[in-house]
């Protein structure tokens, strides 16, 4: 029996593969998907590790606001949708419609539904997650710290060793991943990169001795502060890039080099943290070209 105990911390990680899980299993999994705000409000105290460590002072609004680069966007459109996510209610409902913000702004309705379709689709995690009452307690408090040499966790102090357990087993799991996405995304968080560099489930399990599940469940709800800003942690996993920030991106290249070779087009992306095959960039390079033909065709009618 005390063999089992000493052994549950280094099982733990893999207990979701199995089909059925102990209630002790279960409170483990339970912790780890917990964001830091809710595990502090039900069972104790935070215990910073520096003084450096602080709560964002920031509300879920301003930390998307400033994640709105990311949608490559002009100036002028960038202004339209942070007006966007001004306009989302407590309930994460929009207060204003397509058409309205076309008159507002002066652009085809179009338009404005296309920057609003982009601005709830990519941040439609952030928006389900938090409240947006604007009080204190509403604050976004970063699950883990990611700075440019190391990596640290916010700690809960417990005196229940059972939930001091769960709660290390946690700490443990978003140190590893926290570090992994420190390691990979040493461009991007010194500000050279202008995406970050994504990184896939099963690389990420592969290569910290885990599950995809268990990495899922720690990604999930949490927030990182990094010198980028505070960030959701899930932003630097996936499978690639949004759509249409690759097309967006190419023809931006397109219009700057439009003699560049589909390779030549992929290596400047990956410059910038979109990591596409040259497959790929030749599959968007066609789509912009059949575009600006068919507004060609419309302008000319």
Do not use: C, W
């Not at 595990?39 to 994640?67: C, N, Q, Y």
């Not at 982009?118 to 952030?126: D, G, I, R």
């Not at 087009?265 to 979109?274: E, K, N, P, Q, T």
């Amino acid at each position: 029996m005390a063999s089992e105990k000493r052994n549950l911390r280094v099982q733990a990680p893999k207990i979701e593969q199995k089909l059925t899980l102990s209630k002790t299993e279960q409170f483990y999994l339970r912790v780890l998907e917990a964001p830091f705000s809710l595990l502090k409000e039900r069972f104790g105290v935070a215990f910073e590790l520096s003084e450096d460590v602080l709560p964002s002072s920031e509300d879920l609004h301003s930390t998307i606001s400033k994640m709105l680069p990311i949608l490559n966007l002009s100036d002028e459109e960038e202004k339209i949708a942070e007006f966007v996510v001004y306009n989302i209610d407590s309930k994460g409902k929009l207060r204003i419609t397509a058409h309205e913000l076309s008159e507002i702004y002066g652009i085809e309705e179009a338009r404005a539904k296309y920057i609003i379709d982009l601005v709830l689709e990519t941040f439609a995690e952030e928006i389900q997650s938090l409240p947006y009452s604007g009080t204190y307690d509403d604050y976004i408090q970063p699950d883990v710290f990611i700075y440019l040499e190391r990596v640290e966790v916010r700690q809960i102090e417990v005196k229940d060793p059972i939930l001091q357990r769960a709660l290390e087993f946690r700490n443990e799991t978003l140190f590893k991943i926290a570090e992994l996405v420190r390691k990979v995304n040493e461009y991007f968080l010194k500000g050279l990169r202008k995406y970050p560099q994504f990184i896939t489930m099963s690389y990420a399990a592969k290569t910290l001795g885990l599950s995809v599940s268990t990495i899922s469940r720690a990604v999930r709800n949490k927030f990182a502060s990094t010198p980028r800003g505070t960030l959701p942690l899930r932003i630097f996993f996936g499978r690639g890039a949004n759509k249409g920030f690759i097309m967006n991106e190419v023809r931006d290249i397109l219009k700057k080099y439009p003699n560049l070779t589909d390779r030549e087009i992929a290596v400047l992306l990956r410059s910038i943290g979109l990591n596409v095959s040259r497959r790929t960039v030749n599959k968007y390079r066609n789509m912009v070209e059949k575009a600006e033909t068919l507004d060609e065709k419309s302008f000319d009618n």
